[in-house]
């Protein structure tokens, strides 16, 4: 007897927790399915990287003074395209773009929404065959619907976030997103092109073996943070160290693995980045909000927490400890010694 292959896909998981958010009246659950397009689009040309002219710098500098890859390029205009056309959003802040991108078409005037986003997460790594992402932020327009949207449609804190996801694009393409009902995954199969359901209610473990920090940087980080390296590298039994360090540099695929299988992810304010360097609106919120969700926490290594930070402009920066609870709680108590 041939067994019957019929796995849930992200389309179905999205109409089922429709009824949760009796204000979308649909438009979230269509601009979520519309983001899953782009992704596959993004994921298309990932997968032919070193077949085709998309590796390598694209002769650009961006607002964050980084050189933008080619790949940064494509995966910026694929998710704005794939997202304006569904008259949903009433604009964009992007990584690669030092405004904000208005919507003004008259569907888009009336868009519920705004989307932050960072289109693909260590892009660099692209050209050694390293896995990347895409991270995204969906937040409810505080403007008046009917007209432009504005700056502070964007300045919202984490806690108001309606939902925040990731892409990673590695050995398989998986998408995580949470609209505040939990933490779900999902694995694209390319055999009938969905996203179908891994994991419903992901949850991350209390405590973990690996840290996850560039100690390259080692002699800028605070006091607080090479003690806590130290901790991390010293021989106990009963607490399963010496820990293992794993940096990939990017933070969708540490993050990702130390969701699994638990660790904690630190970048931390430096002598040359005294506010931190990964940005808050579409990078550390999203993922933070992912992190709780999923029963991890989110700090900046100081005892604020990530989703109450109220941002003051689309690229800000924070220093940025996430993961398994206990791991991140530790990290907060080296840092208070010197507080």
Do not use: W
């Amino acid at each position: 007897m041939v067994q019957s292959y019929h796995p849930q896909t992200l389309n179905e998981i999205i109409i089922q927790n429709q009824s949760a958010f009796p204000y979308a009246k649909g438009e979230l659950s269509q601009l979520l399915s519309h983001i899953a397009v782009a992704a596959k689009i993004v994921n298309k040309k990932v997968n032919k990287a070193g077949l085709v002219d998309i590796t390598g710098a694209a002769d650009n500098v961006n607002i964050q003074g980084e050189n933008q890859q080619k790949l940064d390029v494509f995966a910026n205009n694929a998710f704005i395209q794939s997202i304006k056309a569904t008259g949903i959003l009433g604009g964009i802040a992007s990584e690669e773009d030092d405004e904000i991108v208005i919507f003004d078409d008259d569907l888009s005037l009336n868009g519920k929404y705004v989307l932050c986003i960072d289109p693909l997460d260590g892009s660099s790594n692209i050209d050694v065959n390293v896995s990347v992402g895409s991270i995204f932020s969906i937040y409810r327009r505080i403007s008046t619907p009917g007209t432009k949207v504005e700056i502070g449609d964007f300045l919202q804190e984490g806690t108001k976030q309606v939902a925040a996801g990731y892409i990673i694009y590695g050995s398989s393409t998986m998408l995580v997103y949470t609209t505040g009902l939990g933490t779900t995954s999902f694995t694209l199969d390319p055999s009938i092109g969905e996203f179908c359901l891994t994991e419903k209610f992901m949850e991350s473990p209390k405590d973990g073996v690996v840290y996850s920090i560039n100690e390259g940087n080692y002699v800028k980080f605070p006091q607080g943070i090479k003690d806590y390296i130290k901790y991390c590298q010293e021989v106990d039994k009963d607490t399963n160290r010496p820990y293992s360090s794993r940096y990939i540099g990017s933070l969708v695929a540490d993050f990702h693995r130390n969701l699994m299988k638990g660790g904690v992810f630190i970048y931390p304010k430096t002598l040359s980045n005294p506010s931190g360097k990964l940005r808050l609106l579409y990078e550390c919120n999203p993922i933070a909000f992912l992190a709780e969700q999923a029963g991890g926490l989110a700090t900046d290594g100081e005892g604020n927490r990530i989703l109450e930070i109220k941002p003051t402009n689309i690229h800000q920066r924070v220093p940025f400890v996430v993961g398994s609870k206990n791991m991140v709680l530790k990290v907060e108590e080296f840092m208070k010694k010197y507080k």
